[in-house]
Nanobody, 122 residues
Framework: VQLQASGGGLVQAGGSLRLSCAASGRTFSSYPMGWFRQAPGKEREFVAVIRWSGGATYYADSVKGRFTISRDNAKNTLYLQMDSLKAEDTAVYYC????????????????WGQGTLVTVSS
């Protein structure tokens, strides 16, 4: 599986962005998919994850109620809708796929996209 993230940019606090992650590979629809982010000088952290069927989602407490993860298996695409953005959401956002069970741990993910930068100005 190869992943290509896009949609990052500069936005004012309170604004919205939608990230996309295009996947290649026939087995995309069978993998749990997640979004992680890494701010300068910080560890990569979990943001959201979605089951392969799209039926279950999990979010970090810091984004719950503001971000929505979704997927379109027919288009091999993962999304992250980010609303009410805050300055502390500034980071490089990565999409990832796991060959195993759904997880919030970055160590459980086998495939990673190249990252897309989100900058929120206050």
């Amino acid at each position: 599986v190869q992943l290509q993230a896009s949609g990052g940019g500069l936005v004012q606090a309170g604004g919205s962005l939608r990230l996309s992650c295009a996947a290649s590979g026939r087995t995309f629809s069978s993998y749990p998919m997640g979004w992680f982010r890494q701010a300068p000088g910080k560890e990569r952290e979990f943001v959201a994850v979605i089951r392969w069927s799209g039926g279950a989602t999990y979010y970090a407490d810091s984004v719950k109620g503001r971000f929505t993860i979704s997927r379109d298996n027919a288009k091999n695409t993962l999304y992250l809708q980010m609303d009410s953005l805050k300055a502390e959401d500034t980071a490089v956002y990565y999409c990832a796929a796991s060959r195993g069970v759904i997880s919030t741990s970055k160590d459980r993910y086998d495939y990673w996209g190249q990252g897309t930068l989100v900058t929120v100005s206050s």
